[in-house]
C-alpha cells in the first residue's frame, strides 16, 4: 500500500475532491517538518564540526606556538636542572568594562589579600582600558578568578626563565631578558641553540659547586676578604666540575643585581697570581734545556736590577736548585732562573700554554691577560715568579692541567663530554713527571709553603702564590693581597685540577695576623679535596705503595721551615 492510501478508504466521490485537498495539505506538512528536521539536524552537525576543527586547528596552532616558543633547558652532567622556562599567568584589567568597583575590589582582594584596597581603587579608577595588576599568578588563582566571575579581566600567559638553584654556578649560567634573549653567560653563548628547543648540557656537577661555593664563601667571611674563586677541573679532557665566583647572586633576580656581583672573577677578573708562577718558571728551566738539573742558584742576597730589588720572605744563604727554588718559594732564585733561559724562551713558553690570550672557554665573560712583554730583564725576572703578569684563574688552572697532563695542552670547557682531541705537547713528559714531583712536595714536605693543604690518602700537590693587589692608581698596596693556590690531587697520576683565589683577605688572631696563601688558601684545599675525592671517585693511597713511588722523584730539600707563610 502507498503511504497516505488509507485516505481513500470508504470515501464517496462526491467527498473525494474534499479529502484530496486535505490529503495534500497534510503531505505538505510532513515534507516540511521533515525537511526542516534534516535541515536543522545539519545545521547543528555542521556548527559543532566547526567547533571541533577549529578548537583542534587552533590547539595545533597555540601548542605549535608554545613548543616554538619554549627556551631549552640547561641540565649539569648529571641531568639536574640548572635552567628552564615554565608558563605564568598574568593578570590584567580593562577598567571600562567593570560594572562595579567596589564589588570588583572586594572579589580580587579575597583571592589576593596581598593588594590594598587603595592601590586597586586607583588602578580601576581609571580611562585607561589596560592595566596590568600582576606580573605573575599561580593556577590556583587563576582558576579562583574563573569562578569569581569578574568582568574585565584578561589573564595573559607568558614564559618565564627559572634557576631552581638561585646562586648556584649563575656567573655561568648567566640570564635572558624580559624577551627569552640570551644576555650572558651560558644563556648568551648558546642563545640561538637555546632559542631553537635545543638542550645544553654542561660539565658543572651541581653537588661539587656547592661544595666549592660553600667552602670559599666562609673562608672568605672568615678572612674578611673581598671576595674570591674557585675551580675543579678534569686534569686530562679539561671539563670544569666547578667554577665559583664570590660573590655572586641569584641568577632569577639578574637584572636588579649590582655590577660588582655580576663581576665574574673566575673567567673575567685578571689578577697577579704571585708565586703560582714559579710553577711554569722550573717547567721552562727543565724544558728549555738552558739549564741543568743540578745547577744552583745563590740566593743569600737580594738581588737588584736597575732601581728594584728583588729579595725573599724568608732568606737562605745559600745556593738552591730548582725544586729547593719552588718548595721555599725563592723569588730571588726564580729570577735568577728565569735570567738563565731569557725573555724570548719565557714568552714562547707563555704563549704556547695560553697565557697571552683569551681563553675559547663556552661564556662571554673571558678576560685577556696582561703581560709585559717588553724583553727587559727586569720584566722577565719578575713575571719569573708572578708580578708583571696578569691572569685569570681560569688560565692558571688551565695551565696546571697542561704542565700535569704530560705536557700535553688542556683546553678547558663547560661542556660535558666536548669531543676536541688536542694533540699539542707543549712541555715533555720528561718535564712534567720532575714538575709534578716538585708539586707534591710543596704540600708533603716539612719546608713546603702548602703544609696545611696536605689531605692524608689523597696526594695533593701545588703551588700557593701570596701578591700585592695592584693599586687602581698605580703602582702596589703593601696592605692588601691577592692570595692563590693551584694544584692537582692524586699526584702520581692527576685527574682533578683544583685552583683558588681569594681577594684581599685580612690578618686574624687565629692566624697570628697573617693573610698569606699558606694560611688562607690552603686550609681550603685540603677540605675541599677531602669532600670532593669520594664524590669524583678518587680513592685514598698510602704515598709509600709502589705505584705512588714509581711515578714521582724523590727530591731532598734542605733549608728551614718556614711554616705556611707564602
Not at 718559594?329 to 714568552?347: H, R, V, Y
Request: charged share 20%; aromatic share 8%.
Amino acid at each position: 500500500m502507498k503511504i497516505f492510501d488509507f485516505f481513500d478508504l470508504d470515501i464517496s466521490k462526491q467527498n473525494q475532491s474534499k479529502f484530496r485537498k486535505i490529503k495534500l495539505l497534510i503531505c505538505s506538512l510532513l515534507i516540511i517538518i521533515f525537511f526542516t528536521i534534516i535541515g536543522y539536524r545539519t545545521i547543528s552537525l555542521a556548527s559543532i564540526n566547526k567547533s571541533n576543527v577549529s578548537n583542534k586547528v587552533y590547539a595545533g596552532i597555540e601548542n605549535e606556538t608554545i613548543a616554538k616558543s619554549l627556551r631549552g633547558n640547561i641540565y649539569d652532567r648529571n641531568n639536574k636542572i640548572l635552567a628552564t622556562t615554565i608558563s605564568t599567568f598574568s593578570l590584567n584589567v580593562n577598567p571600562q568594562e567593570i560594572l562595579n568597583i567596589d564589588q570588583t575590589i572586594v572579589k580580587l582582594r579575597k583571592i589576593f589579600p596581598q593588594l590594598e584596597e587603595k592601590y586597586l581603587y586607583k588602578k580601576l579608577n581609571t580611562n585607561k582600558k589596560h592595566i596590568n595588576l600582576l606580573k605573575e599568578i599561580s593556577p590556583r588563582e587563576y582558576v579562583n578568578l574563573l569562578n569569581a566571575g569578574i568582568e574585565g579581566l584578561k589573564i595573559e600567559t607568558k614564559n618565564k626563565r627559572i634557576y631552581p638553584n638561585n646562586t648556584l654556578a649563575s656567573h655561568i649560567l648567566g640570564a635572558t631578558d624580559i624577551d627569552g634573549n640570551g644576555i650572558a653567560g651560558v644563556e648568551k653563548k648558546f642563545d640561538s641553540l637555546l632559542q631553537g628547543g635545543s638542550d645544553i648540557t654542561l660539565s658543572i656537577h651541581c653537588g661539587i659547586q656547592h661544595i666549592t661555593r660553600k667552602l670559599l664563601f666562609d673562608q672568605i667571611k672568615k678572612f674578611e676578604a673581598e671576595g674570591g674563586a674557585g675551580i675543579i677541573m678534569n686534569a686530562k679532557n679539561g671539563e670544569v666540575f666547578s667554577i665559583v665566583s664570590l660573590p655572586d647572586y641569584n641568577a632569577n633576580n639578574y637584572n636588579s643585581i649590582l655590577n660588582e656581583n655580576l663581576f665574574n672573577k673566575a673567567t673575567k677578573g685578571i689578577y697577579e697570581l704571585g708565586s703560582t708562577l714559579k710553577l711554569i718558571t722550573a717547567a721552562i728551566a727543565f724544558d728549555s734545556n738552558l739549564i741543568n738539573e743540578n745547577d744552583v742558584f745563590d740566593v743569600s742576597k737580594p738581588l737588584k736590577i736597575s732601581s728594584r730589588i728583588i729579595n725573599d720572605f724568608h732568606p737562605l744563604n745559600y745556593a738552591i736548585n730548582i725544586p729547593e727554588v719552588i718548595v721555599h718559594s725563592s723569588n730571588i732564585g726564580s729570577a735568577k732562573i728565569a735570567e738563565k733561559f731569557g725573555s724570548s724562551t719565557q714568552l714562547k713558553y707563555l704563549r704556547s700554554l695560553g697565557l697571552l690570550s683569551m681563553l675559547s672557554l663556552e661564556i662571554p665573560e673571558l678576560g685577556t691577560p696582561q703581560v709585559l712583554i717588553d724583553k727587559k730583564v727586569l720584566s722577565t725576572m719578575t713575571i719569573s715568579y708572578g708580578h708583571g703578569i696578569s691572569i685569570t684563574p681560569m688560565h692558571l688552572a688551565s695551565a696546571t692541567a697542561t704542565i700535569v697532563n704530560s705536557g700535553v695542552k688542556v683546553n678547558p670547557t663547560l661542556i660535558k663530554g666536548k669531543t676536541e682531541k688536542n694533540n699539542d705537547v707543549i712541555i715533555s713528559n720528561k718535564t712534567s713527571l720532575k714538575i709534578k714531583s716538585i708539586m707534591r712536595l710543596v704540600v708533603s714536605n716539612k719546608y713546603g709553603t702548602a703544609k696545611k693543604a696536605e689531605a692524608p690518602g689523597y696526594l695533593i700537590g701545588g703551588k700557593t702564590g701570596t701578591a700585592e693587589k695592584i693599586n687602581p692608581s698605580g703602582g702596589y698596596s703593601k696592605k692588601e693581597n691577592i692570595v692563590a693556590f693551584t694544584g692537582a690531587f692524586p699526584m702520581n697520576d692527576p685527574e682533578f685540577i683544583i685552583t683558588i683565589m681569594i681577594d684581599n683577605p685580612k690578618g686574624q688572631k687565629f692566624s697570628f695576623g697573617h693573610r698569606t696563601a699558606g694560611w688562607v688558601v690552603a686550609p681550603i684545599v685540603k677540605k675541599l679535596v677531602t669532600r670532593v675525592a669520594p664524590i669524583l671517585g678518587v680513592n685514598p693511597q698510602l704515598e709509600s705503595s709502589s705505584k705512588f713511588s714509581n711515578n714521582l722523584l724523590n727530591y731532598k730539600i734542605r733549608g728551614k721551615n718556614h711554616g705556611a707563610n707564602l
